[in-house]
């Protein structure tokens, strides 16, 4: 039987795959096959290990409320976020008005020049809607776009800095599109504290100076040099009042007009000249790819866990599926908890964690990819399959995992390990009448495209793509194609209390919790090992986000930087893993709802310490 889930994949992939044939048909017609590459020419196209650097680690403790709740990446954005419930909006308006400030508080991470996915539950009805605002290749794109002259994977940042990385902006056209559905302000009111903040200004904050310091790339633009720096070239100081009329403006014309302000007209010709006239990368997006960008509402995927029904994004993001996997293979292995009453971690549950994770990236780097052009097994979510994966843990490290065959057919796709860089922000909002919304939105590296344009920047997404086409003769499935959106591990989630139904579809009951992460292809494993922690541990929500950050990616076991305990390391290297101790910048954003057995019920949320996050509720 295959899984529902996958079932909804299916019906998603045959809704957009007229399209992507679209888009392929309007594309230039190959001359030739790219060229294969061997694994050494793979690490050129590998991007840094982190696509935000770490700016410090400030303790925090959990908020409570008894009625609605914002969680966001930044106090300017969750403040706007709330007062648009104070204003009688719902948890969509609020994410409108926080990602509207975000644009402009947090460019590093996001903003109208990226893309977004965002998991909506309608309070009456408990419907779910994933809604998917990823970037697109342009119609002009093909799998040669990041191949050098000599047929070879360029360089990451070769690729990443102008115009060629930049994909069709989806953010959005999205929240215009969820907001069409289930908002309840007036699109223009959502506009203004972004407006206001943008025209008064606001300080530079600590980790938007420290982001500028280490920037490498950035002064290369004109314009973000000299919006960004100050005329001797240093960043401006934390406290600087930076104004953003451009911005203003911008977000203006889009309150008064919606997104066709953005994806037609004159804001439009100058995206596309900045991207096909940059002077040393130009790109290929065109005035056609943004006029005719639409989103996707998507079936949202949903698996059972425990007394829980967990909600993720399905393709193109491996979050939901990743994440998914995880779940099912620590329970099926009956590992130890992650962490004990410290809340620091242990190393027999830190083993089977590493494990399960890369046992899903395997599969993730296999299988998933646009499912407009590859679907997905049907049964990677199939508590069998998960079982025999499990099997496969033992007291020892196995090395790399390799990919299983979850409905026994072999696949033309091959393996392929880009590691996306998403500089990336994510909120988590709960309104008094119980919608919900966990977006993950990204520019995708840090600061994106390093292009600036009428006052925010564009986006990098391209390079989530393999930047090869094939691997030894036999095709990646998250290749460079026309109209397709590059595969991510942005993983917003929701969880339920788990109501009746069958055992691969239960339904749906009350809301337990809103949870995502920034981090690239670290979001799944920061998730992951959040939804244990609170869910079957037990920790709250606050204790489980800052706890110390570990995973794998199919890979060495990582351990964040200088918040591992003692030991812990050494424990498990004794165990055969490979460690390395890294910075983990996530940026987790939690809200959890905990009813009492009388019946009153308090959210309670999370903000991560290793960013400027903010919860607040009323």
Known sequence: MIPTPFRSIARAARASVALARAARASAPVLCAAAASFAAPDMARAQAPGQPEAASGYTARAAASATREMVATANPHATRAGLAMLAQGG??????????????????????????????????????????????????????????????????????????????????????????????????????????????????????????????????????????FYAPDGTPWPVGHRLRNPELADTLAQIAARGSLALHAGPIARDIVDAVQRHPTNPGRLGERDLAFYAPIAREALCTPYRRWVVCGMPPPSSGGIAVAQILGIVEAARAPALAGPDGMPRADGVHVFAEAASLAFADRNRYVADPAFVAPPAGLLDARYLARRAALIGERAMGRAAPGTPDGQPR???????????ATSHLSIVDAAGNAVSMTTTIEDQFGSRTMVRGFLLNNQLTDFSFAATENGAPVANRVEAGKRPRSSMAPTLVFERAGGSETAPGRGPLVMAVGSPGGSQIIGYVARTLLLTLRDGHDVQ????????????????????????????????????????????????????????????????????????????
């Not at 033309?412 to 998403?422: F, N, S």
Request: aromatic share 4%; hydrophobic share 40%; with cysteine.
């Open 412 to 422: 033309a796709a091959v393996e392929e390990a880009t590691l996306e860089q998403p």
């Open 543 to 618: 204790s489980a986000i800052s706890m110390p950050n570990l995973g794998s990616r199919n890979g060495p076991l990582e351990l964040e930087a200088g918040r591992a305990p003692a030991g812990l390391a050494d424990a498990l290297r004794a165990r055969g893993h490979e460690v390395r101790e890294i910075p983990m910048t996530s940026g987790l954003q939690g809200i959890v709802r905990r009813c009492a057995p009388g019946g009153r019920c308090t959210l309670v949320g999370g903000a991560d310490p290793r960013r400027e996050g903010l919860v607040l509720g009323r």
């Open 90 to 227: 719902n948890a969509l308006d609020a994410a409108v008005a926080a990602q509207m400030v975000l644009t402009l508080v947090e460019p590093q991470s996001s903003g109208i020049g990226g893309g977004a996915f965002l998991l909506h539950r309608d309070g009456r009805s408990n419907a779910i809607v994933a809604w998917d605002g990823r970037e697109t290749a342009p119609a002009a794109a093909d799998e040669r776009l990041f191949l050098g002259t000599d047929g070879k994977p360029v360089q990451f940042f070769d690729a990443v800095v102008g115009g060629r990385s930049v994909g069709t902006p989806g953010a959005l056209r999205m929240l215009e599109a969820a907001h069409a559905r289930h908002g309840r302000l007036p699109w223009a009111t959502l506009f203004e504290p972004a407006i206001r903040l943008a025209t008064d200004g606001f300080d530079v904050s600590p980790r938007l100076n420290t982001l500028l310091g280490s920037e490498r790339h950035l002064k290369r633009d004109p314009t973000a040099a000299r919006y």
